[in-house]
């Protein structure tokens, strides 16, 4: 149950940035604080941004997020070919009493 | 360092039953929420359930509810999931996580449950 929505797919060259966003509502985005999440291909997920903007220890400072009501954004910048993944951004809740995931979205390095 | 293993991983006829499991180790388990998000082949991620540091509170997504039981075992570091009545739809690779932060900090590398005839 897909409730946080996302652009399916979103492209640069080496070098840009890149905006990500998601969009939810007064239920999750609005209330709950949004994380973020870079799967590369064949791999487990891995957390890029929690509470809202945060990045865990040992992620690049080229990822960052931002959230204005209902909806958040993840920014990458000085786009590399290491970053073509697929993102996910997920928040609680508070109808659901569950996480919800956004439908994610693929970053191509043109 | 953080070590998340799932395990249980199966193929399954429809209407049976699996129970996977997760074993953590290289962070005080009993400190954290644990939960499990699932990814159907192709598909982007589901969370489907998580439960309390004690085990006492544990909420599920909608689709699973009376059919999957989360449980975790503080003395042995181990996290569960009992599936029961399965069908196609909960065919997946499923991921253990830590929870902390309202975000899933430290993910497994995943099991693969198959549902089919």
């Not at chain 1, 070919?81 to 439908?103: H, K, P, Q």
Request: charged share 15%; aromatic share 10%; hydrophobic share 35%.
């Amino acid at each position: 149950q897909s409730v946080l929505t996302q652009p399916p797919s979103a492209s640069g060259t080496p070098g840009q940035r890149v905006t990500i966003s998601c969009s939810g509502s007064n239920s999750n985005i609005g209330r709950n604080s949004v994380s973020w999440y870079q799967q590369l291909p064949g791999t487990a997920p891995r957390l890029l941004i929690y509470n809202d903007y945060d990045r865990p220890s040992g992620v690049s400072d080229r990822f960052s997020g931002s959230k204005s009501g209902t909806s958040a954004s993840l920014a990458i910048s000085g786009l590399q070919s290491e970053d073509e993944a697929d993102y996910f951004c997920a928040a609680w809740d508070d109808s659901l009493n569950g996480y919800v995931f956004g439908t994610g979205a693929k970053v191509t390095v043109l | 360092e953080v070590q998340l293993v799932e395990s249980g991983g199966d193929l399954v006829q429809p209407g049976g039953s699996l129970r996977l499991s997760c074993a953590a180790s290289g962070f005080t388990f009993s400190d954290f929420w644990m939960t499990w998000v699932r990814q159907p082949p192709g598909e982007g991620l589901e969370w489907v359930a998580n439960i309390k540091e004690d085990g006492s509170e544990a909420y599920y997504v909608d689709s699973v509810k009376g059919r999957f039981i989360i449980s975790r075992d503080n003395a042995k570091n181990s996290l569960s999931l009992h599936m029961n009545a399965l069908g196609a739809e909960d065919t997946a690779v499923y991921y253990c996580a830590r929870s902390d932060w309202n975000s899933f900090d430290n993910w497994g590398l995943g099991t693969l449950v198959t549902v089919s005839s």
